[in-house]
């Protein structure tokens, strides 16, 4: 069972920081007691300063601790009460004191403000001398931050020599959980992949049926929040398990995230800024491999417009190239024509290009999906919204085994819009199978046009794919050339009854609709609009001898029918 939940929520503050608690470590606070404040000891310390005079708040800066022995203050113990709020309020990260010397002990309201405040108040041992401690102090900030230095440093040399030998995601990964004893998924927003790694065989096994934080497949764009690395907690085989998120992201683009499972609670927070260090690296590695994919893309787009040319010089420079690309011309072949239409050409040019941006890496997603998934063989190129698929099938497979082939393929294909939640965009259409390669260019053609009635028919129909084949006198409707003329030809058509309802609010249109969609039965007509049997008869009259249309002629039948049809995929 796997469930998530969000923790007490805060993202984590990305800084080379010691917090106030780290500098107990140091050899002079052996003996130092936090007597009030302990919720502010995550606090991050940056410099130390001595509180001797009481009008010390003007000097003070965020991230310093204060010494004091309340030398100033000793006549009027009471005055703490004012100045750790001005204290807290300037990000001064807490106070250490020596007591016994000028005063016995801090009174109890001033405990009590410091605890209220979150502000911690250290007693310092008596022997201690301010001088040393400072001293002793500043070398700690100093050689921490220095360790966390060398530390990144280190890594990112790591990460670097993966990429040097070529490796990838899944070494990426390897290296992280082996530098912090525990599991590690990076989900590739861009590839839609997941990779883990576990030394635990239990928690290899989890991971694989784990896959956390679903993420939005259309856009990249990164919320503040989003750069903030982020801890919840796993509901895991029945126990909660601390799970931090550490965000892959460049400039305005989230390319993915990093999860760690703390399984031990071993992780602590400098681990985490030492592996965010090196996201950078992790983003180049993905845009990369990105830009190597676009290009590789404009020569494969080159090849398969090369192969679609009536240039036959064209045809023969392009199957000089066949054998690399891995197309067999004597095979059958067929186009499949994905694309992705968001019903937003509308928006400002700003959007629109980020909408490009981001469909040019839904698609890159989409792709990485095929390849894991589709067993045809295929060449594809992607365009502007969508991607030309070029199935090919052996020359002795029979037509029923291609068709169940290209049925798979296009199954896949909806799977995979599903998966990433883009099915309510996508549209597919599936041109003929020809043999060779001299008809290329006419496959595409009826895959394109299946994909264009498609879209025209979206409001009226959710279905997301047509085969051309499959199409019928619709064939006929997606072709751009001839649009315009069937929509002059359908407006004269029904231009008699579309003027008789205008002018007497009736419904001959509607009637007539459903005359032809139920073979004329003028009762079922009267069912399905759920009127009155003698009004269906007395429409029907009115169209014959008003309009002088006979509904029973087979060629005005024929026409009628046929501007309801453009009608209905051009509305």
Not at 120 to 132: E, H, L, M, N, T
Not at 446 to 472: C, D, H, P
Not at 497 to 510: C, G, H, I, P, R
């Amino acid at each position: 069972m796997y469930n998530s939940y969000q923790d007490e929520g805060r993202p984590m503050q990305k800084a080379l920081k010691v917090r106030l608690a780290d500098i107990l470590n140091v050899d002079l606070l052996a003996g130092a007691e936090v007597i009030a404040g302990e919720i502010g000891m995550d606090n991050e310390i940056t410099s130390v300063n001595v509180m001797e005079v009481p009008d010390i708040v003007e000097w003070v800066r965020p991230g310093e601790l204060l010494l004091t022995t309340a030398y100033s203050l000793a006549d009027d113990i009471e005055a703490f009460n004012t100045l750790l709020p001005l204290f807290s309020e300037r990000g001064v990260c807490g106070m250490g004191i020596k007591v016994k010397r000028y005063i016995n002990e801090l009174p109890e309201s001033v405990l009590q403000t410091a605890n209220q405040l979150g502000f911690p108040i250290i007693k310092i041992p008596q022997d201690v001398s301010y001088g040393d401690l400072m001293k002793e102090i500043f070398s700690y900030i100093i050689g921490e931050q220095t360790r966390l230095l060398g530390q990144i440093n280190q890594f990112n040399n790591q990460i670097k020599n993966v990429m040097l030998k070529r490796g990838g995601m899944k070494e990426f990964a390897e290296l992280i959980s082996q530098m912090v004893a525990c599991p590690v998924m990076i989900s590739d927003l861009v590839y839609k992949s997941n990779v883990f790694h576990a030394e635990d065989k239990k928690w290899r096994a989890i991971l694989e049926r784990v896959v956390p934080a679903a993420s939005s497949n259309t856009n990249i764009q990164v919320d503040p929040g989003l750069t903030e690395i982020r801890t919840t907690s796993d509901l895991i085989d029945g126990e909660l398990v601390r799970r931090f998120s550490i965000p892959i992201y460049f400039e305005e683009n989230l390319y993915g995230y990093i999860y760690i499972w703390d399984i031990d609670h071993c992780i602590e927070k400098s681990d985490l800024f030492v592996i965010e260090s090196a996201t950078s690296l992790i983003t180049l590695h993905i845009v990369n491999r990105l830009t190597v994919t676009q290009r590789e893309n404009v020569h494969r787009a080159n090849f398969m417009e090369l192969l679609q040319s009536d240039n036959p010089e064209s045809q023969d420079r392009a199957i000089l190239d066949a054998e690399y690309y891995g197309f067999n011309p004597f095979d059958y072949h067929q186009f499949v024509v994905l694309r992705l239409d968001y019903l937003d050409n509308n928006r400002s040019v700003s959007l629109r290009s980020r909408r490009i941006q981001e469909t040019s890496l839904l698609l890159t997603g989409i792709l990485s999906h095929v390849q894991r998934k589709a067993s045809t063989r295929y060449i594809y190129a992607t365009k502007t919204n969508g991607i030309h698929f070029l199935l090919e099938f052996d020359q002795n497979l029979s037509a029923e085994t291609r068709n169940k082939l290209t049925r798979r393929f296009v199954y896949t294909l909806l799977d995979i819009a599903r998966d990433l939640n883009v099915a309510e965009y996508c549209y597919i259409g599936i041109g003929l199978a020809y043999p060779g390669y001299n008809k290329l260019s006419q496959s595409l053609h009826e895959a394109q046009q299946a994909v264009r009635i498609l879209q025209t028919a979206r409001k009226k129909s959710s279905q997301r794919y047509n085969f051309f084949e499959e199409m019928g006198v619709g064939r006929l409707f997606g072709a751009p050339e001839i649009r315009e003329d069937m929509l002059n030809y359908s407006d004269e058509v029904l231009q008699p009854f579309v003027n008789y309802d205008e002018q007497n609010d009736s419904k001959l249109l509607e009637t007539v609709r459903v005359y032809f969609e139920h073979g004329g039965n003028l009762r079922k007509i009267s069912e399905v609009l759920y009127i009155h049997y003698n009004t269906i008869v007395y429409r029907i009259n009115r169209i014959r001898d008003t309009l002088k249309i006979d509904l029973k002629d087979p060629e005005t039948a024929f026409s009628i029918q046929l501007a309801l049809k453009i009608r209905d995929l051009n509305d």
